[in-house]
């Protein structure tokens, strides 16, 4: 896993914390009021973005998918409505790669896993 360098370094115990208290799945909600149920690929996301505050804290802090991640990012910066359809699609993507892989490993790999 990739970590951030510098101060947005977050500490482990403040990641546990955030990871704990959001059940390790993604956060967001969209419209209708259905959470995200991605549970790979994980990100921190900042609620209040970074450096206003300047600290870290698990208050301030909630789990998100990585192309949720980008899309609240992206919102941050004022850009909205467009980003939305373009980013659920590449987060179908995302979800269908994954389970390409995941079925890909429980078949290729079972070689010595059965007697
Ligand atoms: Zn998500």
Request: with cysteine; net charge positive; aromatic share 6%.
């Amino acid at each position: 896993m990739k970590q951030p360098q510098r101060s947005r370094h977050i500490p482990a115990r403040i990641r546990r914390r955030v990871f704990e208290r959001d059940k390790a799945q993604c956060t967001f909600v969209d419209e209708s009021g259905c959470r995200c149920r991605e549970v790979d690929r994980l990100e921190l996301h900042h609620l209040n973005p970074f450096g206003r505050a300047g600290q870290h804290h698990a208050d301030n802090l909630t789990l998100r998918c990585q192309a949720h991640n980008a899309f609240a990012a992206e919102q941050d910066f004022g850009r909205e409505q467009i980003f939305v359809k373009r980013n659920s699609m590449r987060h179908e993507a995302q979800r269908a790669q994954r389970e390409t892989v995941l079925r890909w490993r429980s078949g290729e790999s079972g070689e010595s896993g059965e007697t």
